[in-house]
Structure formats: structure tokens, C-alpha cells
């Protein structure tokens, strides 16, 4: 590592590594009232009776807040999807209705955290039951509702809704079902927040995805002018999307805050966090892939089904891509969500791809075996071909796959499944790839502002964030770079909805954005004083940088000013961006014990220009990761009779852990988006979760002649 040069050196590592870091429940004052939450014990329901007397007579308790006691001060929230900052329309305080396990009934707050919990542990109520419905195994009836619908070419034979089978069809088809399972977010800082008000404004400390987002809808639903509130998120310990919308304990923690006229801080549990906020919804799909016996796919139908709330619609459906990467001349998609009596789903790392990524490149994997042909090579011959809409993407894929391919020594591959053994481990191994992909999202309006010091130090400020995906690091090179002066003399400042407006740390878009207005801003300094590197001004000098998004209008710049999300989307025709790469994937298959073990995973991605090799291939390989571990381990345990997640906390809910990581190696192209401006960086935060589990359990089947379809993998699902 050498400062200042486009190193590896990431800015808050010494701080993270030593401990140093002070999280948002490390902040805090003498002062500070403790909150604690009650959460509702049936799915469905109303409460008839909510007794909070005896919490309320306990020595220290200052407040109960319920929907008995919130009054007025509370308005109404508005759901992203509607144009607001919510993670959820439904404001759980706002009347006697549950609409999911999990859900707040209650926030006690009290002098401490001791006299909170106790006196939470009095409250008694009693919530009149209704059947719920959570899963996805009676989906297709009639409260199903369609959102993405497209169609190319002539319909696929044998595709649902066509009647009739395939009739005088040569070639290869594969019809298959595929479903994921509800998946929690488990970043290592749990959910926690602290409202204060002072100097006649909310200060909220809260780690955020989007602070600027977060303090309007705070201000919004606190009948406040937005001037009014600042959302601070210095440091974020993971956020994977747990933490891009405001939810609503953030909510009650500031109306405790400004009913009491005292700072009141809320650290929520790690299991409580399950309902809190969004988790992943569960998928089922169902997959129609034929080609002919030349190994063309000819068409391709992907239904798919996923949860969402009674309260907000989630469009997420993310077969689009998948129709992209490859040039079928039939398509047929269809997508529903499937209103339930749940928290309402949301982003989790490539929220719209990965369960599509994982149920096709199954099926591709599929089709391959029984055309007996290389499942690497039925992905090349089908690629999109120059002129195509996204053909520069999959050039760049074509090269994925092959240099992947060849880090990996996919040539040294046995076909037949079962045919490969380690003679130490006596472990069955397999061998399997898969393709990955991420729209090009293009972000949105980003200002920063530069100080340059008598001391000779320029400070980098923006109301971005870095979640540990090296944002920070990411601007800090930038600027030292473009200034010509070492890496310690640029300060980044983050996390502060005072600070020069930023979009959200979402669609794998920030630090591209975040980039190109830091460099903006050292244009005008450089230009304001050219001089200001060699010699410090005598008093601070600042310079304000802008970044538009290319394709943003007028009105979505100023949608953006108002604190909105608008983010510029995903292209189409020649100028398609999206992020492409290759999975290859060794598993170890004990097929006595039924145990899989990840042994080897080798990635090759084109993101573009790199702005950061660490903070890059650390983005890369944990997303390649987190995909195994989706593969082998994750799963809310949905129970249809309880109407709830059983395994909420990381004692039941299982993770990829340090001892089941296997080697990684991410090859990254290298080669700057010609239409990526003057950064030339594409999306890479969320790639690398994208095809990796399908590249799994492709490796599982290659193993030991099992095909699993529904994930997490079972023991019982490859044995013997
Ligand atoms: Mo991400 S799931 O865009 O935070």
C-alpha cells in the first residue's frame, strides 16, 4: 500500500480494527431516558385489551407510548413506493389492529434500561385472534396481484396459460419449480436510535442508508419543517438495505423524546430486529427453458411469486435481467406479489435479482445436462450478440466466463456427476458455475463540498454513507489523487443530513456518484486557487461540487432537492450498463452425513473502472459469500400455524461464519464504462451475491447427482 496512489489503503480501517469506532449505542448522555419495545405475540388480530398500569406505576418509568397514548403528534407515513421515506405505510401505533407478528404494541421508557425492561415485562394485553396466512404454499389464488408482465416473440410452447405440451418440439426442455426462503438481515449493529431535541430542532442519531431521506420523512410525519431535522450516521456497522428507509421505532423514540423534553435512546435486540424493519421475501418460481438440439435457447417463460405486506405493495420482481444477459427470441415473464400477514418485505443485497439469478442459472444448468452440453458452454452460445441491447455487457461477460473459467481449471472438469473425489477428505466434490448480473443503475443528485485548510488538509464533506463498502475510502483516493497529494491529508466527512445533499447507499450506485462530485468539488477549488496545494489559504477556502446522473430531468433534480428518492435507472439500448460476471464454484459433499461444505469459489466480474481494489474485491467475494451461505444455511423458518419467523436470532438463524468460508478469488476486468463519465465505474456492491448460490447448488448436483431446487440445501437433500 503506498499513500496517496490508488492504493488499498482503506481510511477507517485502523479506526474499525483498534476498536476506536463509536457506533450509534456507544453515543449518549447522563441525561438519556432507555426505551424498550413490546412486540405482538399473534399475527392477525386487534388488541381488546392492553393493560400498561402496572409498567406505569414502576419507580423510573416516564412514559408508555401505545395506541392509546400517542395522540396526535404522530401523522401519517408515506411508503417509499408512494413517493415517502418509509419502509412501511402502516404506523404500528396508530390503533388497536396487528397486522403481523413481531409488530410494536408498546415503547416503555424509563431511567434506565433496567427499570424499562422490567417494567415492559408487566404490560399485559390480549389481542383477538384472526386466521393469518404467511407462506407462499397456497400462492395463486385471487388476491395475487400482477406487477411486471412482458412478453417477446411467440408464445413458448408449453408455456402456462397456452395449453398443450410441446408437439412436434426437438431439442431440450427443462420445467422446473424453484423457491427461496425468508431471509433476515443480521448486520453486525443491530437496529438502535437516539432523539434529542435541542436548539429548537430533532437531532436523530440512527445508522442510516439514507439520512437525508430519513429526516425529511421525520420531519413529515412530526409535523416539522425539514430544516428542523438532522439525521446523523457517522458510522454504519452493515446495512445490506436493512437500514436505506425510516421505520417506524425511529419514529416513536423522537415523539418520547420531544413528549419528555429529555434525550431517549432505543437499542433494539437482535431477534426483536427480525420485524422491525424489511427481510427478503420468500420466492417460488416456476421456469420453462427449451433449446434446440444445437444448444440455442429458443424460449424461455419465468413466473414468479413473492410475499409482500397487507399494508404496502413491493414490486420487487427481477426477471427483467435475466431476459437481457441472454438473446431469446421467445420470452413470456410474469411476476405477482402476494399480499400476507407479514412485516412488509424489502431490499436486501440485489433484492430484485438474486432469487431470479438463483431459479434460472438452475435452469440453465439444467438444460445444459440434458443437452449434454457444458453448462459454461451453453451460456456463451447464448449470450446476447453484438447490436443486441446490452451486447457490451455481455462481451464483457463472454470474457468473465472465460477467464473465470480458466482461474478456476473449469477444463479439468469430469462431466459425469459424482466422478470427482478429494482421496484425503473422501468428500464427493463438484463443480459448478453460474452467471452474474446488476443493472446500471446511475444513482442520483449528489453535492459535496471541499475544504481546503490553513493546515494544508482538505476535507471531503457529503451526506453520503459507507456502510463498510469503502465509500469513504473510495472519495478520499479520489480527491488525494486528483489533487496530487497524499491520502492523510484528505479528511471524508459522511453520515449527516446537514451535510451537502446525497441519495441513498443503494443500487450499488454511491460511490460512483459520490466520486464524480468529489472530483467536481476539487475542480472549483483548483480552479477558485490554483495554488492551493502548495500553499495553504490563511483561512478555509471551500468549493461545492455537483453530480447529475445522466438522464436525470429537471423535475427529478429537484424531486432530489426536496430530499425524494429519484434514482436514475437502469438503461436501455446501446448505452445498457449493466454489471455482468462469472461464478465457479468446488463443493465437498460428505453423502453419508449429508454434509456440503463451500471449498473453492473463484469470481470474475466487469464493474468498470475499479475505485477501489480493497474496498472492491471485499464488496465482491462477501457477496459471493453471503451466496453460499444463502445456498446452505439461511432461512426465517416461516411457521404457516404460529404466523411467525422461528429463527430470529443468530443463535437460530444461520450465517456463512469465518470457519465455513471457503478460498475466494475475484478477478475483477479492470476495464473503465466508456459511458460511465469521467468515473467509468458500473455498480459492484451488490454483483456478487447475484448467481452465487445457484452456482452452489449446481456444484451440489454435479457432486451427487441431486438437484436441489428450494433453498437453503437440507442434509436430507444429498445423501447417498
Ligand atoms: Mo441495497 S439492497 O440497494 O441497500
Redesign the pocket.
Given at each position: 500500500m503506498t499513500d496517496g496512489s490508488r492504493s488499498g489503503a482503506r481510511i477507517d480501517a485502523i479506526a474499525k480494527v483498534t476498536g476506536r469506532v463509536r457506533y450509534a449505542s456507544d453515543h449518549g448522555s447522563a441525561r438519556d431516558l432507555h426505551g424498550v419495545l413490546v412486540q405482538a405475540d399473534a399475527a392477525k388480530g386487534r388488541i381488546v385489551r392492553l393493560d400498561t398500569g402496572a409498567a406505569e406505576a414502576q419507580p423510573g418509568v416516564r412514559l408508555v407510548l401505545t395506541h392509546h397514548t400517542i395522540g396526535t403528534g404522530v401523522g401519517v407515513g408515506t411508503f417509499l413506493y408512494d413517493g415517502g421515506h418509509f419502509h412501511s405505510s402502516f404506523a404500528p401505533l396508530s390503533g388497536p389492529d396487528v397486522r403481523f407478528h413481531g409488530q410494536m404494541i408498546a415503547l416503555v421508557v424509563a431511567e434506565t434500561p433496567e427499570d424499562a425492561r422490567y417494567a415492559a415485562s408487566l404490560i399485559t394485553w390480549q389481542i383477538e385472534r384472526e386466521p393469518a396466512l404467511v407462506g407462499l404454499a397456497d400462492a395463486g389464488r385471487d388476491d395475487d396481484l400482477e406487477i411486471y408482465r412482458l412478453d417477446v416473440g411467440d408464445s413458448v410452447a408449453g408455456q402456462p396459460g397456452t395449453g398443450g405440451g410441446g408437439g412436434d418440439f426437438r431439442g431440450a426442455r427443462v420445467e422446473r419449480t424453484y423457491s427461496t426462503a425468508e431471509q433476515l438481515h443480521q448486520p453486525l449493529e443491530p437496529y438502535a436510535t437516539r432523539a434529542e431535541w435541542t436548539g429548537g430542532r430533532l437531532i436523530v442519531e440512527s445508522p442510516s442508508?439514507w439520512v437525508v431521506g430519513e429526516a425529511r420523512g421525520l420531519a413529515e410525519v412530526l409535523g416539522l419543517d425539514p430544516s428542523a431535522v438532522r439525521v446523523v450516521s457517522p458510522v454504519v456497522g452493515g446495512?445490506?438495505?436493512s437500514r436505506?428507509l425510516l421505520l417506524w421505532h425511529t419514529v416513536y423514540v423522537a415523539e418520547a423524546a420531544r413528549r419528555l423534553g429529555r434525550p431517549v435512546r432505543l437499542h433494539v435486540g437482535r431477534a426483536q430486529m427480525a420485524t422491525l424493519g424489511s427481510f427478503r421475501a420468500a420466492t417460488r418460481h416456476s421456469v420453462l427453458v427449451e433449446a434446440d438440439t444445437d444448444g440455442r435457447v429458443t424460449g424461455y417463460c419465468h413466473q414468479v411469486r413473492s410475499q409482500t405486506s397487507r399494508s404496502d405493495v413491493v414490486p420487487l420482481p427481477g426477471t427483467s435481467l435475466t431476459s437481457r444477459i441472454y438473446d431469446i427470441p421467445r420470452q413470456h415473464h410474469r411476476e405477482w406479489v402476494v399480499p400476507r400477514d407479514l412485516p412488509t418485505p424489502g431490499?436486501?443485497?440485489?433484492?430484485l435479482e438474486y432469487p431470479a439469478a438463483f431459479a434460472f442459472e438452475s435452469a440453465m444448468d439444467e438444460l445444459a445436462l440434458s443437452l449434454d452440453i457444458d453448462p459454461l458452454d451453453l451460456r456463451l452460445r447464448n449470450l446476447a450478440a453484438p447490436g443486441a441491447g446490452p451486447a457490451p455487457a455481455t462481451r464483457h461477460l463472454a470474457r468473465c466466463l472465460r477467464e473465470g473459467a480458466q482461474r478456476f481449471g473449469w477444463d479439468r472438469r469430469n462431466r459425469s456427476p459424482g466422478s470427482m473425489r478429494d482421496a484425503v477428505t473422501e468428500e464427493v466434490l463438484g463443480w459448478g458455475m453460474a452467471v452474474a448480473h446488476y443493472p446500471g443503475y446511475r444513482g442520483g443528485l449528489t453535492r459535496c463540498r471541499i475544504t481546503a485548510t490553513p493546515a494544508g488538509r482538505f476535507v471531503v464533506s457529503l451526506a453520503a454513507h459507507d456502510p463498510g463498502t469503502g465509500l469513504a475510502s473510495a472519495v478520499a483516493v479520489a480527491v488525494a489523487e486528483a489533487l496530487g497529494v497524499s491520502l492523510h491529508r484528505v479528511r471524508v466527512e459522511l453520515g449527516d443530513s446537514d451535510l451537502p445533499l446525497a441519495p441513498?447507499?443503494?443500487?450499488?450506485a454511491s460511490s460512483g456518484t459520490a466520486v464524480a462530485a468529489a472530483l467536481d468539488a476539487v475542480d472549483r477549488l483548483v480552479h477558485s486557487c490554483a495554488d492551493v496545494v502548495r500553499h495553504p489559504p490563511d483561512r478555509e477556502l471551500t468549493a461545492d461540487g455537483t453530480h447529475v446522473p445522466e438522464g436525470y430531468t429537471e423535475s427529478q433534480v429537484a424531486a432530489a432537492l426536496d430530499g425524494n428518492f429519484q434514482q436514475s435507472g437502469a438503461g436501455t439500448g446501446a448505452d445498457f450498463r449493466l454489471s455482468v460476471g462469472a461464478h465457479f464454484v468446488e463443493v465437498g459433499v460428505d453423502v453419508v452425513a449429508g454434509r456440503v461444505r463451500v471449498r473453492r469459489m473463484v469470481g470474475a466480474f466487469d464493474v468498470g473502472a475499479v475505485l477501489h481494489p480493497t474496498a472492491l474485491s471485499g464488496q465482491l467475494e462477501a457477496g459471493m459469500l453471503w451466496g453460499a451461505g444463502h445456498a446452505l444455511m439461511e432461512d426465517a423458518r416461516l411457521d404457516g400455524r404460529a404466523g411467525r419467523f422461528l429463527a430470529t436470532g443468530l443463535t437460530d438463524y444461520h450465517v456463512l461464519v469465518h470457519a465455513d468460508t471457503p478460498s475466494v478469488d475475484v478477478v475483477v476486468l479492470g476495464d473503465r464504462d466508456p459511458q460511465g463519465g469521467r468515473v467509468g465505474a458500473k455498480g459492484a456492491?451488490?454483483l456478487g451475491v447475484v448467481g452465487s448460490s445457484a452456482a452452489v447448488t449446481n456444484a451440489i448436483h454435479h457432486a451427487t447427482g441431486h438437484r436441489v431446487r428450494d433453498l437453503p440445501v437440507r442434509a436430507e437433500d444429498v445423501l447417498g
Open positions: 442508508q446495512a445490506f438495505g436505506v431490499f436486501m443485497r440485489a433484492p441513498m447507499a443503494a443500487g450499488s456492491g451488490e
